[in-house]
Nanobody, 119 residues
């Protein structure tokens, strides 16, 4: 099992910045993908940013140029730096990990952290 714990959410004004952190513990070997998802009220959960084992990253169009996903393998952590925040970025943000063990993929989620962008 993998446990994911997020931190760093909060209330920020439009144009502001936040940095989300997610630390993994437990059976953390063979994690191939780490990502951030978000879910706004009344909407489906959507992929925000992903980083794969070789370090390649990808972003949903609405956050390109504003958000940056990064990782620190020594700390088993993944981060989401969010700049130029907009009210439409308001959502619960979830950390995600995908792990391969004995040819079977397993997925793990954090508990979520609220991000509110409002003046």
């Amino acid at each position: 099992q993998v446990q994911l714990v997020e931190s760093g959410g909060g209330l920020v004004q439009p144009g502001g910045s936040l940095r989300l952190s997610c630390t993994a513990s437990g059976s953390i070997s063979n994690i191939y993908t780490k990502a951030w998802y978000r879910q706004a009220p009344g909407k489906q959960r959507e992929l925000v940013a992903v980083i794969v084992r070789d370090g390649n990253t990808n972003y949903t169009d609405s956050v390109k140029g504003r958000f940056t996903i990064s990782r620190d393998n020594a700390k088993n952590a993944v981060y989401l730096q969010m700049n130029s925040l907009k009210p439409e970025d308001t959502a619960v943000y979830y950390c995600y990990a995908r792990r391969l063990v004995v040819n079977k993929w397993s997925e793990y989620w954090g508990q979520g952290t609220q991000v509110t962008v409002s003046s």
